[in-house]
């Protein structure tokens, strides 16, 4: 995990090499570097143990999915100030293609490195993408100061329409409607594009509403979905030159 005052960086990432564990020193004259090791690391605990200069290297394994347990590594990157760049690779090409859409519509520069199960489905690996993408996000808002905090959008392509509404409350809420007109696209299974948006909500802290308002065709049903959720985000992260650096609630925190 990157972050610094100027831009917003964060991610989850496997560097070559990378060996140095949570409980070790770490490397003399070299950036502080983490491993944490196990099922998904709790952010607090993490951040109690990295400072804002840190290197964080997340290494997950034996996620829990349903009755089994599944090896996934992944390396995750994100800067939510960036340009719309992405190095993506997932094993599932249409999933690269909608992370794609989340990179260049939201100017969010992402890589994304998986290793997934892929001889039995997609699940773990689209479902895993989508709770360390929730993970990094939360990382790099950090405490949401002068954010906008809401976002929407309405996205076309053809005949199909989306409609993506996010509110990044700190509450986990999920409501899609999207009634696919096919079981699969390309090598993605339609039904994990609720296990994705299901898994980052719940790790970003974010409540989101996706309802895919028309669509016959099932690839542009998915590519508008992905398409209105980057502009959404776009918006929700974006600072607002009004706030004056305060937290968008009258609670006085999210």
């Known amino acids: 995990f990157e972050r610094d005052k100027e831009t917003r960086r964060a991610g989850v990432t496997l560097p070559a090499g990378a060996t140095v564990r949570a409980d070790a020193p770490s490397p ?41 347990e599944a090896d996934f590594d992944a390396g995750l990157r994100i800067n939510l100030d960036g340009s719309g760049q992405s190095q993506l690779s997932t094993g599932i090409g249409f999933f690269d293609h909608m992370l794609e859409q989340i990179a260049r519509h939201g100017l969010i520069d992402l890589e994304v490195q998986a290793d997934g199960d ?24 950090g ?19 989306t409609r993506v509404v996010i509110d ?17 696209i390309g090598g993605l299974d339609t039904q994990l594009v609720h296990e994705f948006f299901q898994g980052f909500v719940n790790h970003a802290g974010a409540t989101l509403h996706v309802d895919n308002l028309r669509g016959v065709n099932a690839h542009h049903q998915c590519e508008t ?17 009004r706030s004056a650096g305060s937290i968008p609630s009258t609670k006085g925190i999210l």
């Open 28 to 68: 003399p004259g070299g950036p502080a570097l983490v491993r944490v090791e196990g099922s998904l690391a709790d952010p607090d605990h993490v951040a109690a143990l990295v400072g804002p200069d840190t290197a964080c290297v997340f290494h997950l394994a034996g996620i829990v999915s349903g009755a089994a």
């Open 225 to 241: 979905v992905f398409k209105a959720f980057a502009r959404a985000l776009r918006t929700a992260v974006e600072r607002d030159p």
């Open 118 to 141: 892929l001889h039995i489905d997609g699940h773990h690996t689209v479902e895993d993408v989508g709770i360390t993408l929730g993970q990094a996000v939360a990382r790099a808002i």
């Open 168 to 184: 990044l409350s700190g509450r986990p809420g999920l409501t899609l409607n999207i009634p696919f007109t096919s079981g699969m």
């Open 143 to 161: 405490d949401k100061k002068g954010l906008r905090r809401y976002g929407h959008a309405y996205v076309p392509l053809d005949e199909a329409l």
